[in-house]
């Protein structure tokens, strides 16, 4: 079985702030992981995954995320946020033939 | 591409009534899920298709709710009848493989369903 535990349900920051949102799965087998962001009234968007390889994965606006197998982590970090990141984000994992893990969300609010 | 696309998208009917929301899947992916999304229970699975096929599912709420995918192209979740608890947003996600593929899945943009 696979789980995902986003500790955060809401971090507020502020804007050009850097942010980390944190999240650790559990499975017993070589997971896949990805970050969704989901926007106000729209559905889940694919951020950025990593399935093998260079363990940092980065997304086209400026989200990165590190795998680190030992501590069974996959935080997402932004060095610098806008007001437009403001959404919800999910980890999910997945592996094999058991459908995607999603976590239960934490909401990113940044004020100016 | 015109992404995964869910009809209608938004749906207000009264207790008992039924409901039927639609998904029509991305060209080409062999894999269909049904989820269910509340601020008190987060994103559920409801159901997943491969290749037309109904593979789990473990996560329908009950037998009022049922799931039909006749092609690679339509889906449909219908509930009957319709109680006020099922108020929620139903999003439809299709793949490019398997239930854990590398791909990931792409969502529609859901059908807020409210019963009164």
């Known amino acids: 079985a696979q789980s995902v535990t986003q500790l955060d349900s809401q971090v507020p920051v502020f804007e050009e702030a850097p942010v980390e949102l944190r999240c650790n799965y559990s499975?017993?087998?070589?997971?896949?992981l990805f970050w969704y962001v989901q926007y106000p009234n729209q559905g889940l968007q694919l951020l950025l995954k990593?399935?093998?390889?260079?363990?940092l994965v980065e997304s086209i606006n400026g989200f990165e995320a590190e795998f680190n197998k030992s501590q069974t982590s996959f935080h997402l970090r932004k060095p610098s946020v806008h007001i437009s990141d403001t959404a919800e984000y999910f980890c999910?994992?997945?592996?094999?033939?058991?459908?995607?893990?999603f976590g239960k969300g934490t909401m990113l609010l940044v004020s100016p | 591409d015109a992404g995964v696309i869910q009809s209608p998208r938004h749906e207000v009917t009264e207790m008992g009534q039924e409901v039927t929301l639609r998904c029509k899947p991305i060209s080409g992916h062999n894999s269909l899920f049904w989820y269910r999304q509340t601020m008190m229970r987060g994103l559920e699975l409801l159901i997943y298709f491969n290749n037309n096929v109904p593979i789990d599912d473990s996560g329908m709420p009950e037998d009022r709710f049922s799931a039909k995918m006749p092609n690679a192209s339509f889906s449909t979740l219908k509930i009957q009848p319709s109680e006020p608890r099922d108020s929620a947003v139903y999003f439809c996600?299709?793949?490019?493989?398997?239930?854990?593929?590398?791909?990931?899945?792409?969502f529609g943009s859901g059908t807020r369903l409210t019963v009164v």
């Open positions: 990593y399935l093998s390889g260079s363990t």
């Open positions: 996600a299709s793949s490019l493989g398997g239930a854990g593929t590398g791909y990931g899945y792409t």
């Open positions: 499975s017993s087998v070589s997971v896949y």
């Open positions: 999910a994992v997945g592996s094999g033939y058991s459908t995607l893990t």
